[in-house]
């Protein structure tokens, strides 16, 4: 049955760019609805593991299983056909466009009028507004993103994310420069993604403790190999930084 399997299964998972191992033989499995957080050094492999989640790279080898089927995401688009989306800080915002705009970049809803199509603003606008409102976040959609503190920026592209239902969410580094107030206003919007959807999270973070906070599971990838993987709730955050460090 396909609620028996893991969302996420990866088999021995490695790339090479060159004589360079990225990532080496890293194997794990997701469950449904768990969220699990990938931490480790500058180098470790973690942003070259996300880029092959989501198609970016290519494996040099290894299998992924995604609902027991494998796959082999050969860009974005085909991980986002299956159920993968990602939010990175920041860098799919686009700064002089207000909050409704970003919301609806490259996918924009447009309006007949005759034999005449027209963008069809007031719904985007209605509609981006609703979908902030969902993760807590009241603003003016007309805003431009600019205007934005950085915590209202990452639930505007973890809305964004969101918005296409999927079954498998990846955050890279989400909590980097936010204030404390965006810091627990992001905090709580990722467990009340986890309790209202059946969606599994990666969160890639140098935030030990916050890393520790919202995730079911930690990763400790180390030179560009897995050290360990284990209930968050087992794992202290002195005995994370002992294993990056030795």
Known sequence: MKGSVPLLRVEGLSKSFGAIRAVHG????LERGKILGLVGDNGAGKSTLLSMLFGRLQPTSGKMFFEGEEVRFRDPSDAMKRGVAIAYQFLDLVEIAPLWANFFMGRELTRRVGPFGFL???????????????????ADVN?????????????????????????????????????IEDTDRFVCLVKEINKKTSASIIVVSHTLSLVKEVSHYIMLLKAGEKAFFEPAASVSIDRIIEVMLH
């Not at 890293?26 to 499995?29: C, N, R, T």
């Not at 600019?146 to 079954?167: C, D, F, H, W």
């Open 26 to 29: 890293v194997s794990f499995e």
């Open 120 to 138: 069809d603003k007031k719904k985007m606008q209605s509609l981006t507004e609703e979908k902030l409102a969902h993760c807590g976040y009241k």
């Open 143 to 179: 805003l431009e993103v600019r205007e934005l503190s950085g915590g209202e920026r990452q639930i505007l592209a973890v809305s964004k994310a969101m918005e296409t239902n999927p079954k498998l969410l990846l955050l890279d580094e989400p909590f980097t420069l936010l204030s």
